[in-house]
């Protein structure tokens, strides 16, 4: 394919910048002729799409923030200005809190095309690192985010989870003091969660740019999981993969766009159009779907502070994958057995978000421990364990090569290829 | 393709049982009757005669003691709403009154409202509408619809299913009512719609299900004014990305044609 070309300036003025700041080159090598894969599917598609959801997030966001005002007294009724008199100021609303959670869908889908394929696998473990260090900033964005609604979710979902800070033996109630500003969630809870909410999305935005860079190190993954060889496994990023992307974008969008103009609410609670009341507790207090797994594994454990840890643990576990899972073979295409535990975990995933939005008691409670049990173990057990006896099956010999590899020197066909 | 059907498959049912747990929190109560609504489905538009109507219900009954406050009278005239004429609305603010700046003496003045001014709320604070209510507080009414579950049918079940006899197996204090459709099925508003108690101005009889059924259209509206403007942008919006997806649909076959 064409990407063998390298970037020469065509004019004075590309020249002389190309000499002291070389960013078209940059631009170059980085989004044009960059070398990819080309035998990636649509699931490769995410890392553009989450892109565009962070920059739509934060561009809404920053004019939300011209017309809120961040105080207890104030905070809703702001909102409803927003829908009700700035120019469509519902359709910006709608976009940002409807935005966060086809953020968090679009970032479960790469989380999980990435534990299929192998793609945290050296040589990517830092790519992967950077990766979950993005979603744990997401979840604390979007859980302040939540709070500046200021509805009555907002507050006691804002009261659970910063109670959780608490149960941390001796310094805990300190701490919780500190976060809330005062000794319950109050108006210095609220400013410094607007001021904190508006902070991370560029902090994450740092965090993708490093997480790019460690991309374009190594080069893409693809659904073999076999290290790219030479050139002709690969296509350049522009036009194959821009317009790829775009059209998957697309896609997305209408889905998008069926939840912004025909069901912007079904994402949220009714409660939390009910103004901040701490008089009043909800029936149920639930957080956001995308937090729901969480809720779940947090809930399963009859002791709190172990619940916490838990539930902190199921995130922190991510950080380890690459030296849990140790199999050289990365793709789950050619690891049988792997695959069946790995769609067990998919459905045990998808089982606690629904756990979480139940109350937690009779089959409830126990279903959510079986799943927790489970999450743990996939990673904890089953991983070092398939590492160590799992036979992968048969593998062809490259991405352009499909001929079955009879030599099982594995290292030798998944080792990086160094810069192609 | 296996894996993608499984993960939409997948991610589909999380939707569709959040949703359910979403109506379901509601606690003990009647399923909500749908008597259909104009502005229901990606088309919908409100009916305008029956928003009027419902102003109406809500200005001469609910507003004695639920206030709206994020709505302004301008509301009341602006498309997709009950479009009542400008000299209408301010005939309409014009009979509230506003405590508005002070006199040279730097005494209060009161003067009428005026289009841009918010509706008035019955009582100053929420502890004086609890001490006139039994203790219970009536809920500002600007966005009931969206703070309730199907909130739409939720008010149109609630607002017509007082029911005179109950089963003998509920007790109530003698201060509540009986309603089946509200959660714990114990509610502190009495009965607050009898048949002809509004003289609808357009001669629509008023039945008890036709005032719920205006007022419930009305709280709709009142709760999201852009509805209308919100879809009717969508079909646009839409439409501009299906025709963006068939050319990108052909650019990217057309564009991995020779990538074997």
Redesign the interface.
Same mark, same amino acid.
């Given at each position: 394919?064409n990407h063998d070309h390298e970037y020469t300036p065509s004019n004075g003025f590309t020249k002389w910048l190309d000499k002291r700041l070389p960013l078209i080159r940059f631009a170059d090598e980085n989004m044009l002729s960059f070398p990819t894969p080309?035998n990636l599917n649509?699931?490769w598609t995410f890392g553009f799409i989450l892109t565009l959801c962070l920059v739509t997030q934060i561009i809404t966001g920053i004019v939300l923030a011209m017309h809120y005002t961040p105080h207890v007294l104030m905070a809703f009724?702001s909102i409803?200005h927003i829908?009700?008199d700035v120019n469509y100021g519902?359709?910006i609303r709608?976009i940002h809190a409807n935005g966060a959670s086809m953020f968090f869908?679009a970032v479960f889908?790469h989380m999980?095309r990435g534990l299929?394929y192998g793609s945290y696998k050296e040589p990517r473990e830092i790519l992967w690192i950077l990766g979950v260090v993005i979603f744990l900033l997401m979840i604390i964005t979007a859980f302040m985010g939540y709070v500046l609604v200021w509805g009555q979710m907002s507050f006691w979902g804002a009261t659970v989870i910063t109670n959780l800070v608490a149960t941390i033996p001796v310094v805990g109630e300190s701490i919780l003091t500190l976060l809330l500003g005062g000794f319950s969630v109050d108006n210095p809870t609220l400013n410094r969660f607007f001021s904190l909410h508006y902070l991370l999305p560029f902090v994450i935005f740092g965090v993708v740019i490093l997480h790019i860079w460690a991309l374009h190190v190594t080069g893409n993954n693809n659904p073999t999981g076999i290290s790219v060889k030479d050139s002709n496994d690969t296509?350049s990023f522009h036009?194959?993969y821009t317009?790829?992307d775009? +059209?998957a974008y697309? &896609?997305f969008? !209408?889905m998008f766009? #069926?939840f912004?103009?025909?069901n912007?609410?079904?994402?949220g609670?009714?409660?939390n159009?009910?103004e901040a009341d701490p008089m009043v507790t909800p029936?149920?207090i639930?957080p956001e779907?995308y937090l729901?797994p969480f809720y779940a594994i947090l809930r399963a454990v009859p002791d709190k502070l172990m619940g916490v840890l838990l539930m902190f643990g199921s995130i922190v576990v991510l950080f380890f994958l690459p030296w849990l899972d140790t199999m050289k073979v990365r793709s789950a295409r050619y690891r049988p057995t792997y695959k069946i535990f790995y +769609?067990t975990f998919? &459905?045990c995933c !998808?089982l606690l978000? #629904?756990l979480g939005?139940?109350a937690p008691e009779g089959i409830y409670l126990f279903l959510s421990r079986v799943c927790t049990i489970y999450y743990f173990a996939f990673f904890l057990v089953v991983m070092p364990i398939l590492s160590k006896y799992e036979r992968p099956s048969p593998m062809p010999i490259g991405i352009s090569n499909p001929a079955i590899n009879n030599n099982l020197e594995m290292d030798d066909n998944l080792a990086p290829s160094g810069n192609n | 393709m296996r894996l993608s059907k499984i993960i939409i498959i997948l991610f589909s049912f999380v939707f569709i049982s959040n949703a359910d747990s979403l109506s379901a929190a509601g606690g003990e109560a009647y399923k909500n009757l749908k008597p259909g609504f104009s502005f229901e489905g990606p088309f919908g538009k409100f009916d305008r005669e029956s928003l009027k109507r419902g102003y109406q219900v809500y200005s001469e009954v609910c507003a004695s003691c639920h206030g709206m406050k994020q709505l302004s009278f301008r509301n009341l005239s602006q498309p997709g709403g009950p479009e009542f004429s400008i000299d209408k609305v301010k005939e309409i603010a014009a009979e509230y009154f506003i405590m508005d700046g002070a006199d040279e003496y730097g005494d209060p003045v009161e003067r009428a409202r005026i289009p841009s001014d918010r509706f008035q709320s019955p009582f100053d604070s929420k502890d004086a509408a609890k001490a006139a209510n039994n203790g219970a507080y009536p809920p500002d009414l600007s966005l009931i619809t969206k703070a309730r579950s199907d909130g739409t049918n939720y008010i149109y079940s609630l607002l017509s299913g007082y029911e005179e006899t109950m089963p003998d197996n509920i007790t109530i204090d003698d201060a509540l009512s009986y309603n089946p459709w509200f959660p714990g099925n114990a509610i502190a508003m009495a009965q607050p719609l009898y048949d002809e108690m509004v003289e609808y101005t357009d001669g629509t009889e008023a039945t008890i299900s036709q005032m719920s059924y205006d007022v419930a259209n009305f709280l709709t509206w009142a709760a999201e004014p852009s509805m209308e403007e919100r879809k009717s942008l969508g079909i646009i919006v839409m439409g501009f990305l299906i025709i963006f997806l068939i050319l990108m649909f052909f650019s990217v076959r057309r564009l991995f044609e020779d990538v074997h």
């Amino acid at each position: 394919m064409n990407h063998d070309h390298e970037y020469t300036p065509s004019n004075g003025f590309t020249k002389w910048l190309d000499k002291r700041l070389p960013l078209i080159r940059f631009a170059d090598e980085n989004m044009l002729s960059f070398p990819t894969p080309k035998n990636l599917n649509y699931f490769w598609t995410f890392g553009f799409i989450l892109t565009l959801c962070l920059v739509t997030q934060i561009i809404t966001g920053i004019v939300l923030a011209m017309h809120y005002t961040p105080h207890v007294l104030m905070a809703f009724d702001s909102i409803e200005h927003i829908m009700r008199d700035v120019n469509y100021g519902w359709l910006i609303r709608y976009i940002h809190a409807n935005g966060a959670s086809m953020f968090f869908l679009a970032v479960f889908i790469h989380m999980f095309r990435g534990l299929y394929y192998g793609s945290y696998k050296e040589p990517r473990e830092i790519l992967w690192i950077l990766g979950v260090v993005i979603f744990l900033l997401m979840i604390i964005t979007a859980f302040m985010g939540y709070v500046l609604v200021w509805g009555q979710m907002s507050f006691w979902g804002a009261t659970v989870i910063t109670n959780l800070v608490a149960t941390i033996p001796v310094v805990g109630e300190s701490i919780l003091t500190l976060l809330l500003g005062g000794f319950s969630v109050d108006n210095p809870t609220l400013n410094r969660f607007f001021s904190l909410h508006y902070l991370l999305p560029f902090v994450i935005f740092g965090v993708v740019i490093l997480h790019i860079w460690a991309l374009h190190v190594t080069g893409n993954n693809n659904p073999t999981g076999i290290s790219v060889k030479d050139s002709n496994d690969t296509i350049s990023f522009h036009p194959y993969y821009t317009v790829k992307d775009l +059209f998957a974008y697309v &896609v997305f969008l !209408l889905m998008f766009s #069926y939840f912004i103009f025909y069901n912007p609410n079904i994402l949220g609670h009714p409660d939390n159009y009910i103004e901040a009341d701490p008089m009043v507790t909800p029936a149920h207090i639930v957080p956001e779907w995308y937090l729901l797994p969480f809720y779940a594994i947090l809930r399963a454990v009859p002791d709190k502070l172990m619940g916490v840890l838990l539930m902190f643990g199921s995130i922190v576990v991510l950080f380890f994958l690459p030296w849990l899972d140790t199999m050289k073979v990365r793709s789950a295409r050619y690891r049988p057995t792997y695959k069946i535990f790995y +769609f067990t975990f998919l &459905v045990c995933c !998808l089982l606690l978000g #629904y756990l979480g939005g139940q109350a937690p008691e009779g089959i409830y409670l126990f279903l959510s421990r079986v799943c927790t049990i489970y999450y743990f173990a996939f990673f904890l057990v089953v991983m070092p364990i398939l590492s160590k006896y799992e036979r992968p099956s048969p593998m062809p010999i490259g991405i352009s090569n499909p001929a079955i590899n009879n030599n099982l020197e594995m290292d030798d066909n998944l080792a990086p290829s160094g810069n192609n | 393709m296996r894996l993608s059907k499984i993960i939409i498959i997948l991610f589909s049912f999380v939707f569709i049982s959040n949703a359910d747990s979403l109506s379901a929190a509601g606690g003990e109560a009647y399923k909500n009757l749908k008597p259909g609504f104009s502005f229901e489905g990606p088309f919908g538009k409100f009916d305008r005669e029956s928003l009027k109507r419902g102003y109406q219900v809500y200005s001469e009954v609910c507003a004695s003691c639920h206030g709206m406050k994020q709505l302004s009278f301008r509301n009341l005239s602006q498309p997709g709403g009950p479009e009542f004429s400008i000299d209408k609305v301010k005939e309409i603010a014009a009979e509230y009154f506003i405590m508005d700046g002070a006199d040279e003496y730097g005494d209060p003045v009161e003067r009428a409202r005026i289009p841009s001014d918010r509706f008035q709320s019955p009582f100053d604070s929420k502890d004086a509408a609890k001490a006139a209510n039994n203790g219970a507080y009536p809920p500002d009414l600007s966005l009931i619809t969206k703070a309730r579950s199907d909130g739409t049918n939720y008010i149109y079940s609630l607002l017509s299913g007082y029911e005179e006899t109950m089963p003998d197996n509920i007790t109530i204090d003698d201060a509540l009512s009986y309603n089946p459709w509200f959660p714990g099925n114990a509610i502190a508003m009495a009965q607050p719609l009898y048949d002809e108690m509004v003289e609808y101005t357009d001669g629509t009889e008023a039945t008890i299900s036709q005032m719920s059924y205006d007022v419930a259209n009305f709280l709709t509206w009142a709760a999201e004014p852009s509805m209308e403007e919100r879809k009717s942008l969508g079909i646009i919006v839409m439409g501009f990305l299906i025709i963006f997806l068939i050319l990108m649909f052909f650019s990217v076959r057309r564009l991995f044609e020779d990538v074997h």
